[in-house]
């Protein structure tokens, strides 16, 4: 089978129980400039992050995913398949972990209720599989009673009535703008007195060839009975689309639990009453949202119960964060030097082989 370069998201389908289930069409969602960045934010950020765990054969494995991608890429696919469809499934059954589409997988119920297990269907010559579930990752988000919890949901399915409204004014802005270009100003014609309408259309010409091409842009030089008088932009047209603009990103924020200013900014932006680090702290703390569901069932599925994700680190990029806070610390003598100094070789701040400090003598004299 031959992949393009670029993918083309189709809406995603799937079935539990024999119930078919059908997901938000992500078919124009990435061209959403906001839904872009917001999903690009929240993934990029969080498959930064690295797992921790004493569960060496576990860290192994999640640390190198795949043969084909890098670890980076294979995590942030996760995320991105979260995000637009609520759900990833990734089967256990070969050492090189891999993706499978929403649209190969049926849940099915055991007798009894007693377990599920998974079909994902035959593709690009792989054999269908029946999985058990222990032996498949099914990461979900914010779980639907009505199919048992089993099948998460998008973010996007609560942006369904705002991106249409979004889409609709949208595309009525940017019908009055081009009305506001096309028209570019008004030749007026002094003492005409003719019947012939060919006049007009002459004296047009002849302006737009004597100051258009190589002419436009420059010193405009006017006989006395010509009068042009250019048009000038309303700027409620720019309102309005700024104003479309900072709802759209408002809204998107909101759906996926992220601040506006992440996204650079609303119609409120957070930054009004808080400061860049209060904003940090808001997103880390929302991005357990996308965390913890995969955490949980990494957990679970690799039994490894001390499993973390170190997603502290991934907005401290040049430790000033921890410095700050190590600083605040030795200020309150909640640390003392040697303290600090190990936990900055921890985090690899300070390298293992970094000289022990010395106090310099005091000077008694």
């Known amino acids: 089978m031959v992949y393009p370069s670029t993918p083309g998201l189709l809406s995603f389908n799937t079935s539990v129980g024999g119930i078919p289930v059908s997901y938000v069409d992500a078919g124009g969602a990435l061209k959403n400039v906001n839904i872009y960045s917001v999903i690009n934010r929240i993934s990029s950020d969080i498959a930064s992050a690295h797992f921790k765990t004493e569960n060496t054969a576990a860290l192994n494995r999640l640390e190198r995913p795949s043969n084909l991608i890098s670890r980076f890429s294979f995590w942030q696919g996760v995320l991105i398949q979260l995000c637009l469809s609520g759900n990833d499934y990734i089967p256990l059954s070969s050492t090189n972990l891999e993706h499978v589409p929403p649209s190969?997988?049926?849940?099915?119920?055991?007798?009894?209720?007693?377990?599920?297990?998974?079909?994902?269907?035959?593709?690009?010559?792989?054999?269908?599989m029946k999985i058990s579930q222990d032996k498949m990752l099914h990461f979900r988000l914010m779980p639907d009673p009505e199919y048992r919890y089993l099948i998460g949901r998008s973010p996007l399915e609560s942006l369904q009535t705002s991106l249409t409204i979004?889409?609709?004014?949208?595309?009525?802005?940017?019908?009055?703008?081009?009305?506001?270009?096309?028209?570019?100003?008004?030749?007026?014609?002094?003492?005409?007195?003719?019947?012939?309408?060919?006049d007009l259309e002459q004296a047009r010409e002849s302006f737009e060839k004597a100051n258009g091409g190589d002419n436009s842009g420059r010193l405009m030089v006017l006989p006395d009975f010509l009068d042009y008088e250019a048009y000038e932009m309303?700027?409620?047209?720019?309102?309005?689309?700024?104003?479309?603009?900072?709802?759209?990103?408002?809204?998107?924020?909101?759906?996926?639990?992220?601040?506006?200013?992440?996204?650079?900014?609303?119609?409120?932006?957070?930054?009004?009453?808080?400061?860049?680090?209060?904003?940090?702290?808001?997103?880390?703390?929302?991005?357990?949202?996308?965390?913890?569901?995969?955490?949980?069932?990494?957990?679970?599925?690799?039994?490894?119960?001390?499993?973390?994700?170190?997603?502290?680190?991934?907005?401290?990029?040049?430790?000033?964060?921890?410095?700050?806070?190590?600083?605040q610390l030795s200020q309150f003598d909640a640390l003392s030097p040697e303290q600090i100094q190990f936990v900055l070789k921890r985090e690899g701040y300070l390298p293992d082989n970094f000289p022990k400090y010395v106090a310099p003598e005091k000077n008694n004299s």
Not at 104 to 128: A, F, K, S
Request: no cysteine; net charge negative; charged share 20%.
């Open 104 to 128: 190969d997988v049926q849940i099915n119920y055991l007798p009894g209720n007693t377990g599920i297990t998974y079909t994902v269907m035959e593709n690009n010559n792989r054999p269908e």
């Open 166 to 198: 979004d889409q609709k004014t949208t595309d009525s802005n940017l019908n009055t703008l081009n009305n506001q270009i096309n028209s570019a100003g008004k030749l007026k014609v002094s003492n005409y007195n003719s019947d012939n309408p060919n």
């Open 234 to 327: 309303k700027t409620d047209v720019f309102k309005a689309l700024n104003e479309n603009a900072s709802y759209s990103a408002d809204r998107i924020a909101t759906a996926f639990g992220v601040p506006s200013d992440m996204l650079g900014g609303g119609s409120s932006t957070e930054s009004q009453h808080s400061n860049s680090e209060q904003i940090k702290a808001l997103y880390l703390s929302n991005l357990n949202t996308y965390v913890g569901p995969i955490i949980d069932e990494l957990r679970l599925k690799f039994n490894a119960p001390d499993l973390e994700l170190d997603i502290k680190s991934m907005l401290d990029v040049d430790d000033s964060t921890l410095i700050k806070q190590m600083n």
